[in-house]
């Protein structure tokens, strides 16, 4: 059973930041392509930033480039997103996910594993 648990998530106010990281229980994690996704109340889950299984290519949410950036870590099964400069608006669950695909694929029926998810609440 693949397991994704993530961590990290808080409150803080508008311009903090916060460091996101997810953990993968299997060798597989180091093939898979990663990201993170979040879910506000009442909206859909959307895709934040993706990252391929060597992290040669990464992709960004246009409402989030700039302030965050996705990175991993395939000798410890780990994947992280710091973000920067928080808003009100990024408020949300924040789910890691991970993708037997290759490509750095955006769309969530594309995943095959995920995390329990994590709250981020930014104040203003």
């Known amino acids: 059973q693949v397991q994704l648990v993530e961590s990290g998530g808080g409150s803080v106010q508008a311009g903090g930041s916060l460091r996101l990281s997810c953990a993968a229980s299997e060798r597989g994690f180091i093939t898979w392509t990663m990201a993170w996704f979040r879910q506000a109340p009442g909206r859909e889950r959307e895709v934040v930033a993706v990252i391929t299984w060597n992290g040669g290519r990464s992709s960004y949410a246009d409402s989030v480039k700039g302030r965050f950036t996705i990175s991993r870590d395939n000798a410890r099964y780990l994947v992280y997103l710091q973000m920067n400069n928080l808003k009100p608006e990024d408020s949300a669950v924040y789910y890691c996910?991970?993708?037997?695909?290759?490509?750095?694929?955006?769309?969530?029926?594309?995943?095959?594993?995920w995390g329990q998810g994590t709250q981020v609440t930014v104040s203003s």
């Open positions: 996910a991970g993708s037997r695909f290759l490509a750095p694929v955006t769309v969530k029926d594309r995943y095959d594993y």
